[in-house]
T-cell receptor, first 116, second 115 residues
Framework: AQTVTQSQPEMSVQEAETVTLSCTYD???????LFWYKQPPSRQMILVIR??????QNATENRFSVNFQKAAKSFSLKISDSQLGDAAMYFC?????????????FGKGTHLIIQP | KAGVTQTPRYLIKTRGQQVTLSCSPI?????VSWYQQTPGQGLQFLFE???????NKGNFPGRFSGRQFSNSRSEMNVSTLELGDSALYLC??????????????FGPGTRLTVL
């Protein structure tokens, strides 16, 4: 079974600085998708960024980018120019792309604190 | 386009009762997935419905069930509630196409408290 590990329960960064959240996963599949979701205090899960495993190019969405290392099974999220609104729980998630996929497998999350 | 909606947002029940939660997906989305979020176990997949059929199921007891209607709206039911069922229940919708990028978009959740 696949697993997702986020080794940093909590991270703190100064406003306007850059922070990187770590995520590793374990799977025997070669085709899958990886996601970062943000969950602010409102509890609404918001998609931040996604990565298809077959794509070598790292995904980027404005201030958010990933470092996807398929061989190392690593999928870190870099947030540039951190803003107060970035404060939230961040979850890394995996989903197999084939039929019969068992939904998203989530990590335990990283609580990101933005210091003004 | 309207997002995923879940009703009710908050619910308080007592042990032994049953509860039904509702989810309306984004227009055009045919897949609805349910997740349970607790402080101890984190986010866990319950089941996924596509075109009124359960496509996948997580490792939960039979007390947890669901269904999907022809308009893609979905309900999940928990019977004989236990204290440990207290959780945030999240619904997510997606287009449901297997083998393609099929991102799940989440609703605001239903907070269930079992007393």
């Amino acid at each position: 079974a696949q697993t997702v590990t986020q080794s940093q329960p909590e991270m703190s960064v100064q406003e306007a600085e850059t922070v990187t959240l770590s995520c590793t996963y374990d799977t025997s599949e070669s085709d899958y998708y990886l996601f970062w979701y943000k969950q602010p205090p409102s509890r609404q899960m918001i998609l931040v960024i996604r990565q298809e495993a077959y794509k070598q190019q790292n995904a980027t969405e404005n201030r958010f980018s990933v470092n996807f290392q398929k061989a190392a099974k690593s999928f870190s999220l870099k947030i540039s120019d951190s803003q107060l609104g970035d404060a939230a729980m961040y979850f890394c998630a995996y989903r197999y792309s084939g039929g019969g996929a068992d939904g998203l497998t989530f990590g335990k999350g990283t609580h990101l604190i933005i210091q003004p | 386009k309207a997002g995923v909606t879940q009703t009710p947002r908050y619910l308080i029940k007592t042990r032994g009762q049953q509860v039904t939660l509702s989810c309306s997906p984004i227009s055009g989305h045919r897949s609805v997935s349910w997740y349970q979020q607790t402080p101890g176990q984190g986010l866990q997949f319950l089941f996924e419905y596509f075109s009124e059929t359960q496509r996948n199921k997580g490792n939960f007891p039979g007390r947890f069930s669901g269904r999907q209607f022809s308009n893609s709206r979905s309900e999940m039911n928990v019977s004989t509630l236990e204290l440990g069922d207290s959780a945030l229940y999240l619904c997510a919708s997606s287009r449901g196409a297997v083998g393609s990028t099929d991102t799940q978009y989440f609703g605001p959740g239903t907070r269930l408290t079992v007393l």
